[in-house]
């Protein structure tokens, strides 16, 4: 015997939800699914931490960088000009 295939839009029945057998399945998985909830939350609150202090990290290494930037330029101001005379110019 051939069995007709299910239709397209239906998942096949190995995917399809089992019915909870009692409240007590249901009331079991709630309390799964709260403390999954709890544990993410603690999750996003200390990773939003990490992420305030990384900007804080990254805003401080950002004006470092400027500064340092700042002090190489008024050292290349300081250096004399190269008018093709000096050594390695070739003259």
Do not use: C, F, Y
């Not at 069995?3 to 998942?11: A, I, K, L, Y």
């Not at 309390?31 to 992420?51: G, S």
């Not at 805003?59 to 000009?81: F, G, H, V």
């Amino acid at each position: 015997l051939r069995r007709n295939p299910p239709p397209h839009n239906s998942p096949p029945p190995h995917t399809l939800p089992r019915p909870m057998a009692t409240l007590q399945d249901l009331a079991e998985r709630i309390d799964r699914l709260l403390l999954r909830q709890q544990e993410l939350a603690r999750t996003n609150a200390l990773l939003q931490v990490q992420l305030r202090e990384v900007g804080s990290d990254r805003d401080s290494l950002k004006s470092r960088l400027t500064a340092a930037r700042a002090r190489i330029d008024a050292l290349l101001e300081r250096l004399p000009a190269n008018n093709g005379t000096g050594p390695g110019s070739g003259a």
